[in-house]
């Protein structure tokens, strides 16, 4: 069955750095764009950031600002992606998920498959 587990997520001091993971199988997930959102306590789901299939093209959020950063490995059935976060606020403190686009642009909008979620959050 289609799998999108997230890690990396902690406690972390404002100004380090993440590296979250998403292992997503089940699917040929390697045709498809992927994708990061985040949603923080009493807010609704954002965008963070996107991939498109072949890991060529990446879209960020405006707030990202050059601090974060999307990859992935198609290299296995189980495709790895991942978001490099660094210079960390306290306003990233939020749940993380990875999603899976319905087509292979980084510009998809349309998400079908949805992991759990990783919680990051980050002190002053």
């Known amino acids: 069955q289609v799998q999108l587990v997230e890690s990396g997520g902690g406690l972390v001091q404002a100004g380090g750095s993440l590296r979250l993971s998403c292992a997503a199988s089940?699917?040929?997930?390697?045709?498809?764009?992927m994708g990061w959102f985040r949603q923080a306590p009493g807010k609704e789901r954002e965008f963070v950031a996107s991939?498109?299939?072949?890991?060529?093209?990446?879209?960020?959020a405006d707030f990202v600002k050059g601090r974060f950063t999307i990859s992935r490995d198609n290299a296995k059935n189980t495709v790895m992606v991942y978001l490099q976060i660094n210079s960390l606020k306290p306003e990233d403190t939020a749940v993380y998920y990875c999603?899976?686009?319905?087509?292979?642009?980084?510009?998809?909008?349309?998400?079908?498959?949805w992991g759990q979620g990783t919680q990051v959050t980050v002190s002053s």
């Open positions: 999603a899976a686009a319905s087509g292979p642009a980084a510009t998809v909008t349309i998400y079908n498959y």
């Open positions: 089940g699917r040929t997930f390697s045709n498809y764009a």
């Open positions: 991939i498109n299939w072949s890991g060529g093209t990446t879209a960020y």
